[in-house]
Each structure stands twice: as structure tokens, then as C-alpha cells.
């Protein structure tokens, strides 16, 4: 069964620490990971990866493949207190269907 | 650019009735996606439009059923509701089913 494992499931840190979530999958026919932010209610996009290895990069935020491995991690540098939220782990599963992980709960104290 | 809607935002109903989901993608956006989120399960997926024609399904009984119009707008039902139907329905619209989706606010539904 297609599965999407997301560790930890919450984490507290206190602003400026930098945290890695991880996100390991077994799915049969791969064809990306995605990675969402949920602060509230919608998840916004965060990151694509397709291909082994490149780092994606957004501001503070980022994010690599591992196909070998079957996972990905998410780091976030100098986190801030509006980090704190449910990162989600999708994987898209051969055409249109996507694959969620149950996501890490982010929590940053001033 | 107005953003997904998700309509109603609140929804309260009893066991055995059905219930019927509005979402407004993106103007442009083709493709509409439904989940399911639960605190024990994540987010789930439903099924997938694009124009007119749905393209794949997640693992749902049948009670849960979707469509989608000629103007991308699409709604999803559910009948014979059960308790454990209690959740945040969500959408996600994109241009032509990628992975950069959009999601609205969702749809709580409670079932009493």
C-alpha cells in the first residue's frame, strides 16, 4: 500500500533555530514530492522536486530529493515565529493523484 | 485574482443525509482537486477534474461522488452521511492538474 511517512509529527523550537522535517515514502509509480505549508486552513505550495539530488530554494526554506533513499527533507534556517505551522509532504502518484503525509507540526517561540 | 472558494464554509449535518460541496477554482484553472482532512488521516485525496472529465479517484466508498461544469466550477457529494464523514473538505485548483495547486479555505462538515 502507498504510504507517505512525515517525522516528526511536532517539533518546538525557539526563533533563529533551524529545523530539518523529514518526509520518506513507499509509492508505486513516482512521480514527484511536493511540499505544502498549512497555517490555517489552505496549504500553500512550497516546493516541487522531480530529480534526485537538486536543492530547491526559496528564502530560508529548502528542500532536496533523495530517490535512493525514498525520502526528502525540508530546512528552515533563522526560523521565525510565522513558520509555525503543519508542513505537509505530498507525493504524486503516477498522473493527478496525490499522496499525502499526516505533516509536521511546526511550532516557533519568540 | 480571486483566489479558490469553498462554499459553504460551515456545514452541520445528521447521519443519513447528503451533502453537496462547492468549489470556484482559479479563472483559468481547468483542473480541481478534493481531500479529505482528518486529524488521524492527513489530508486524503478524492478525485481529480479536468474539464468535465474526471482523471483519477482516491480510495473512497461511492457515497462520495463529485462533478465538475462546463465553467471549471465543481461540487462534490456526499450521501447517506456517517460520522466518521466529519472533516475539512478541501479543493485545490491548478491550470491543468500539476503540482503547483491551489487550495481554498475548505468546507467543515460536522455530522451529528
Known amino acids: 500500500e502507498d504510504k507517505v511517512v512525515q517525522s516528526p509529527l511536532s517539533l518546538v523550537v525557539h526563533e533563529g533555530d533551524t529545523v530539518t522535517l523529514n518526509c520518506s515514502y513507499e509509492v508505486t509509480n513516482f512521480r514527484s514530492l511536493l511540499w505544502y505549508k498549512q497555517e490555517k486552513k489552505a496549504p500553500t505550495f512550497l516546493f516541487m522536486l522531480?530529480?534526485?539530488?537538486i536543492e530547491k530554494k526559496s528564502g530560508r526554506l529548502s528542500s532536496i530529493l533523495d530517490k535512493k533513499e525514498l525520502s526528502s527533507i525540508l530546512n528552515i534556517t533563522a526560523t521565525q515565529t510565522g513558520d509555525s505551522a503543519i508542513y505537509l509532504c505530498?507525493?504524486?502518484?503516477?498522473?493527478?493523484?496525490?499522496?499525502f503525509g499526516t505533516g509536521t507540526r511546526l511550532k516557533v517561540l519568540a | 485574482k480571486a483566489g479558490v472558494t469553498q462554499t459553504p464554509r460551515y456545514l452541520i449535518k445528521t447521519r443519513g443525509q447528503q451533502v453537496t460541496l462547492s468549489c470556484s477554482p482559479i479563472s483559468g484553472h481547468r483542473s480541481v482537486s478534493w481531500y479529505q482532512q482528518t486529524p488521524g488521516q492527513g489530508l486524503q485525496f478524492l478525485f481529480e477534474?479536468?474539464?468535465?472529465?474526471?482523471?483519477n479517484k482516491g480510495n473512497f466508498p461511492g457515497r462520495f461522488s463529485g462533478r465538475q461544469f462546463s465553467n471549471s466550477r465543481s461540487e462534490m457529494n456526499v450521501s447517506t452521511l456517517e460520522l466518521g464523514d466529519s472533516a475539512l473538505y478541501l479543493c485545490?485548483?491548478?491550470?491543468?492538474?500539476?503540482?503547483?495547486?491551489?487550495f481554498g479555505q475548505g468546507t467543515r462538515l460536522t455530522v451529528v
Open positions: 505530498a507525493v504524486e502518484r503516477g498522473t493527478y493523484k496525490y499522496i
Open positions: 477534474y479536468f474539464s468535465e472529465t474526471q482523471r
Open positions: 522531480t530529480s534526485s539530488g
Open positions: 485545490a485548483s491548478s491550470p491543468g492538474g500539476g503540482a503547483e495547486a491551489f
